[in-house]
C-alpha cells in the first residue's frame, strides 16, 4: 500500500480532506477515551447505541426511521477481550484507509484480519457484527460507514440526465468530469461509494425508477431532456450506494424526488419506503441514507382505474396481501400517513397489482408521452 | 410512436440499416410462407428447434453449446390457432419495433398484446414462451431476439478501461462517444441492448470480474491503464446483455477475455461456463452470447495452495459439492475439457471454496501489485 499513501495528499478535494480530518478526529476521540481509561487504571469501555426494532422512532418532521436513545456499553472484560481488540482493529484499519486514500469492503476487511493473530475473525458475520457496531458507534458522532471507508459490495445503480458529476483520479487527484447527458443508450454507473463525488446540475428534479426496463425505455428517448430532470434506475430496493447518491444529489441541489415504481406492497413499502425514510433495522444509518425529499409519483392504485389498466393487472399473491396488512399494522411510517394507509386498503380491496410497464398497453412510449406529463404537472398530489 | 417514426431513418448508423434490413428480411420470409400455404389451401405452419437439454451438443471447436436438429413444427389448427395467431401477432410487432427504431422488454410485449383482441396473452409466462420459440426460431436465420427490438429487462453491467464506445441517439441519429477511461471511481453501465454501438479501443485483453468490489477496487486504482485493458463488472452470473456486449468487443477486436471469480464450483460452473460456452436451456441463442474467446485466469483451487490462502477459505458446503459433482458428471464443458475435471475434484479433495477477495489477507492492493501482474505473464495456463 506505500505506493498508494505517496500520493494520496494530492489526491483529495478540499472538501473530502475536510470530511477526512473529522472521521480522523472522531477516530481519535474514541481511541483516547479507550487510552486514558487504561492510564487511569479503569477498564475501558465502548459506548454504541442499540441496533434493534425496539429502538426506533419516526418523526415526521425529521423525515427517516430514527435509533432511539438506548445504548450498549461493551466494557473490557475477560469475557469481551477478543471483540474490543477487534472493534479497535476496525478502527485502526479505517485510520489506515484515510491515511493512504483507499476503501475496504466488509470482505476486504474480514480478510485483513487473518494478519491480526488472536484477534483475527473466524467466520465473516463475526467481523460484520463488529463493522455494524462501529458504524453505529459513530453514527452518533455523525460519521458515516462510506466515510471510514468501510464501503458496500455493490454499485450505486445507473444515471442519466441533466447532471454532471465530479470525481477525482484516486491516484493523481486530477478532477473527471462525468457529463450525464452523454451516455446514448448506456447510463453512468453509480460507483460503491459517493462521499467524493461533487455535482452540477440544471434539472428541477430526480425520477427513481424501479426497473432498470423503464429506465432504458426513459433513457433511450431522451425524457431526462423534455422534462429537464436526472433519472436513476434502483433496480429493486435501492442499495446503500444508490440512496446516498439520491440523498446527497438531492440535498445539495433542493431537487425534489419523485419515485416511480410497480403499483404492489412490494414497490410501495419496501422500495419507495426504504428509498424516503430508510429501514427498521438499520435505524442507526437512516441519517445517512433516507431520502426524505421524496414523494411517490405512481403507480397509485387510483391509476389502474384512471388509466384503464385493469385488465393489464395480475391478482395479488398471498405474500402480496400479508406485506400489506404488516405494513397497515407495524410500519411507523403508514400508521403516520393516512393517505398511504388508505392507498393501500384501497389497492388490498381492489385484490390486484399492477406493473409501471402495464402503461405499454396503450403503446410503448405511452409513459412518456402522456402519463408521466400529466402526472409531473401536479406533484402538490404526489404521496409523501 | 408516430414522432418517433418520423426520424428513425436518420437515427440509425450504417451497420445497424444493415442489420435492421436482414432482420426485416427474416421476418418476411417466414410471413410470406404462412401467406403462400394459406393462398394455396394448405394449412400453413411453423418450424422452430426444440428447445430442450435433449437436443444441445458441445463442439470445442465450435465453442458453445448448441442447439441440435431436432425441430418441432406448430402446423395450424382448432388447438393451435390461439398460439399461431399470437407468434405472427409478436413477429408483427418486431417488424413494427424496427420501422419506429424502438424497442421493447418481455414485459412491454406482454402488455402490448392487451390489444390484440381474442390473441391477447392472458398470463405473462405464455407470452415468454412464444417469445423463446421466436427467438429459436429466428436464431436458425442467424437473428437475435434483441435484433428483432426484444429487449432484456437488466443493464450488461459496469465497464471502465481502455475502450470507447461509439453510441447514437436513438432519435436524432447524433452520434455518441463514450471514453471509458474518464470514469474515475464509477464506470459506464451498459444498456440492455448492445448490437447498436460501436467499439474503438487499444486494450490488449478484457478482465471479466465476478463481483462488484474487486471490479471497484481495479476501477479505482486504474488497473486498467496499467495492464492496458478493459474491466469489465458481472456482479455474479453475466446478463445476456452483458454476455452479449464482452461478446461483440471480443470478436470485433480479437481480444482474448480473462475471467476472473470465485474459486467456487458456482464461480467456475456457473459464472465462468456461462459466459465461455453459454448455458443448456437456452442452447439456441448461444451462437450469440457465448464467448469462446474466454479463458479462466483464477482463482484456481491451486492458488489456494500457492498463495497462501488456506486460512482465508471457508468449507465447501452440500450444495458446493452437488454442484461440482453435477458439473463432473453431466456437464459436457467440463466432461470434454480434462483439466477442468482435475481442478474441480482438487476443490472437493481439499474441501474448501476460496473468495476473490481472499487475496486481500496479503493487502488490499495486493490483487492488483502481486496477484494479477503474475498471472497475466502465462495466460498460457489459464484454463480454457
Redesign the interface.
Known amino acids: 500500500?506505500a505506493?498508494?499513501t505517496e500520493t494520496s495528499k494530492m489526491a483529495r478535494s478540499a472538501a473530502q480532506e475536510r470530511k477526512d480530518k473529522i472521521t480522523i478526529k472522531a477516530i481519535e476521540g474514541v481511541a483516547n477515551e479507550v487510552y486514558s481509561s487504561i492510564m487511569k487504571g479503569h477498564k475501558p469501555d465502548l459506548t454504541m447505541p442499540v441496533r434493534s426494532l425496539s429502538n426506533v422512532s419516526y418523526d415526521q418532521k425529521r423525515g427517516y426511521f430514527e435509533i432511539g436513545r438506548s445504548k450498549k456499553v461493551r466494557t473490557l472484560t475477560v469475557n469481551t477481550v477478543k471483540t474490543f481488540a477487534q472493534t479497535l482493529k476496525m478502527m485502526a484499519l479505517s485510520k489506515d484507509l484515510i491515511a493512504s486514500n483507499?476503501?475496504?469492503?466488509k470482505?476486504?476487511a474480514y480478510?485483513?484480519s487473518?494478519?491480526w493473530q488472536e484477534a483475527k475473525f473466524d467466520e465473516q458475520p463475526e467481523s460484520d457484527t463488529v463493522m455494524d457496531d462501529i458504524e453505529a458507534m459513530f453514527s452518533v458522532h455523525d460519521v458515516s460507514r462510506e466515510e471510514l471507508r468501510f464501503?458496500?459490495?455493490?454499485?450505486g445503480g445507473?444515471v442519466a440526465g441533466e447532471l454532471t458529476?465530479i470525481?477525482?483520479?484516486?491516484?493523481s487527484g486530477k478532477k473527471?468530469?462525468?457529463d450525464c447527458t452523454?451516455?446514448?443508450?448506456?447510463?453512468?454507473?453509480?460507483?460503491?461509494?459517493v462521499e467524493?463525488?461533487e455535482f452540477k446540475t440544471s434539472a428541477k428534479f430526480i425520477l427513481a425508477i424501479e426497473?432498470?426496463?423503464m429506465f432504458?425505455?426513459l433513457?433511450?428517448?431522451?425524457f431526462w431532456k423534455k422534462s429537464q430532470c436526472i433519472l436513476v434506475?434502483m433496480?429493486g430496493v435501492p442499495t446503500r450506494a444508490c440512496r446516498r447518491f439520491v440523498r446527497r444529489l438531492s440535498d445539495e441541489n433542493k431537487l425534489p424526488v419523485y419515485a416511480f415504481t410497480d403499483c404492489d406492497p412490494y414497490g410501495i413499502s419496501n422500495i419507495y419506503r426504504t428509498l424516503k425514510v430508510g429501514s427498521g433495522n438499520a435505524a442507526h444509518i437512516n441519517r445517512f441514507f433516507s431520502v426524505p425529499n421524496a414523494s411517490y409519483l405512481g403507480l397509485m392504485p387510483q391509476d389502474i382505474i384512471d388509466w384503464d389498466l385493469k385488465?393489464?393487472t395480475h391478482k395479488l399473491t398471498e405474500i402480496d396481501v400479508k406485506r400489506a396488512s404488516d405494513a397497515l399494522k407495524n410500519d411507523p411510517f403508514f400508521l403516520e400517513h393516512k393517505p398511504w394507509a388508505k392507498a393501500i386498503q384501497q389497492l388490498v380491496k381492489m385484490g390486484v397489482r399492477a406493473?409501471q410497464?402495464?402503461?405499454?398497453?396503450h403503446?410503448?412510449?405511452f409513459v412518456m408521452?402522456e402519463y408521466l406529463p400529466a402526472k409531473l404537472k401536479k406533484p402538490e398530489l404526489f404521496l409523501p
Chains 1, 2 share one sequence.
Open positions: 500500500m505506493k498508494t483507499d476503501f475496504a469492503t470482505r476486504d480478510y485483513q487473518k494478519n464501503v458496500p459490495q455493490e454499485h445507473a458529476v470525481d477525482r483520479d484516486l491516484e473527471i468530469v462525468i452523454q451516455f446514448g443508450s448506456g447510463a453512468y454507473s453509480v460507483p460503491s461509494w467524493h463525488l426497473t432498470h426496463g432504458q425505455r433513457q433511450s428517448h431522451n434506475s433496480g385488465d393489464a406493473e410497464q402495464a402503461l405499454s398497453k403503446g410503448l412510449n408521452d
